[in-house]
């Protein structure tokens, strides 16, 4: 049996990338002879296998059939006939088809470094509409490699497009579709991700509420870029210009979708775009089924973000409202993701990225006023129950009051 190494491995260490997780294949074996070498199977009818030792996976070389739609309809054909170039081919980009064995001979059937070279994201061959989560995989990898200066080929943008426009994204799993979302935000120019989806016609199919927002005017005077699709992307690179963690950048990404439903009759205003864009954020939350921390956030930030930018104007009570429902005493590090997504959105916006976005300090001292509200004087006077819940909000109010005069003394 000859084993190489394939997919990001290769094509990591040709970028020059630490490479992190090594896939390999095997070419000339059957699964009884992995079986007998001490290898473990990783599935019952999947010919992939984890080395006894190190974990990592080696697959049979095989070729794939698709048999029907959606993920379940592959079928495998894994056998030691099966040679390097057609399991090679069977891949979504040339610069993920190459192999290299552990003299770091390459093969390269499908021009895998020329395209490294021209920094160009392309298909193997059309086996690659097989798996329509490639649609999204294509656009996380634009997401890692803009830095490096990579696009998306013409003709594999035109194939994601067919792809998109035949329905098959719609049979793609929310686990799967979820993996490749979260993934592509943490890239560093997830905005990127966001920008190839919409250009081959998949982001009207996967996310419409966020494809909806381009072409929606916001007045100039509070957002010079005016578009609202262009805004979003610009929250979500500032984001990640922040290392922001993932809950915050869904927050970031999702926090404007309101905007989207406004009459073009009341445009470039967005009255109460806040509560109206609710509906839609839990749509999205729930299509992909976000994590729970990840939803909750995109809804708070979706109700609350411009009473973060409005901190210093706010009555004591609304103050107080606010860190209530984000229960600030019990989840601090909650609100603070809530202030950084607060933070972004107002960087988010052309020619102010640099701008001082005084809010967030006073939203903190705000929080750490209400939080230093000692209970136990309270329940020496003998509050109780909801007696007391009332108290300690007197309480906080006393001293959020104190803290706007102070502050703005
Ligand atoms: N692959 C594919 N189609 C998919 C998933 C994977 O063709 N839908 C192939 C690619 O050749 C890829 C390899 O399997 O390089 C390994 O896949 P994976 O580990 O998911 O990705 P990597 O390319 O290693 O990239 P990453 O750095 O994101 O892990």
Redesign the pocket.
Known sequence: MRIYK????V??RLLGIPV??I?RVVVGATTEEMLAQGFRPVGADFPVFLHPKTGEEYALARTERKSGRGYGGFTFHASPEVTLEED?I????TI??MAEDDQQNLTDPYHGQRDLEARLLRH?SPAFAE?P??VL?VA??AA?YAELGFTVAPETLELMRQLSESGELEALTAERSWKEIS?ALMENQPQVFIEVLRACGALKVLMPEIDALFGVPQPEAHHPEIDTGAHTLSVLEQAAQHKQPLTVRWACLLHDLGKGLTPEEEWPRHIAHELKGLKLIKAVNERFKAPRDCQELALLVGEYHTHGHRALELKPSILLELLQSFDVYRRPQRFEEFIAACEMDARGRKGLEQRSYPQADYLRGAAHAARSVAVQPLLEKGFKGPELGEAIKRERLKALKAYKEAASA
């Open positions: 394939v997919g990001g491995a094509r990591d992190t997780d896939d090679l069977r891949r979504d980009l993920n088809a193997v798996d989560l490639r995989r996380r990898f890692r993934r």
